[in-house]
């Protein structure tokens, strides 16, 4: 890691972007102000749905600097909808704060001062092709391939599954011996997928 290098920050959107580590952050003041809308939230309690929504905003806002973010905005946003679905789109209706949101609430708390989110590069150190179908399947990556056919037992088994089946089949033939790499998975016709 590059402990002690400062590095240079440059302002984006109302995000900094740390030229040496190569990171996107929050500056002090917006983590800040999403530490007191955490306090602002009583758990047990009720709002307007309007506010929970510009609760909720806030968070949504910061993702593209906070890694993990989007995960553990989810559930608030189902919440919201929730409330917005039973009040017919009322954001000025009140909604009952419910306690199991505690853990998502925790979570930004802990990890708000030390967020940050790496630069996407799209630099995968392997990208592998798999296709199935109901009846074979095969792989290709780098210019090799290998294919086979299901046992009469996978058959069984449903299309998504089988999908899955040949993505292992791919990573165990042409990344097991992989560590700490990218790799860009192209299941189907129709779906990628990004393993760190």
Request: aromatic share 12%; net charge positive.
């Amino acid at each position: 890691m590059l402990s002690g290098i400062r590095g240079t920050y440059v302002p984006y959107r109302s995000e900094r972007v740390n030229s040496v580590r190569q990171t996107i952050e929050l500056p002090k003041e917006k983590r800040e102000k999403i530490l007191k809308a955490i306090e602002d939230i009583k758990v047990g309690r009720s709002c307007k749905i309007r506010q929970f929504a510009r609760f909720v905003g806030l968070l949504v806002s910061a993702c593209p600097a906070v890694k993990y973010g989007w995960l553990y905005t989810r559930y608030f946003e189902r919440i919201k909808d929730l409330a917005l679905f039973k009040n017919n789109q009322n954001y000025n209706s009140l909604m009952d704060i419910p306690a199991d949101i505690k853990p998502d609430l925790k979570w930004w708390k802990e990890n708000i001062h030390s967020a940050f989110n790496d630069i996407r590069r799209d630099t995968f150190n392997l990208e592998i092709f798999t296709d199935a179908s109901l009846s074979s399947w095969g792989i290709y990556c780098n210019g090799k391939s290998t294919h086979g056919f299901w046992s009469t037992k996978d058959k069984e088994n449903h299309i998504n599954y089988l999908e899955l089946l040949n993505v292992y089949y791919g990573l165990m033939c042409f990344a097991k011996n992989c560590k700490s790499c990218k790799i860009l998975l192209r299941v189907g016709n129709t779906h990628s997928f990004v393993l760190c």
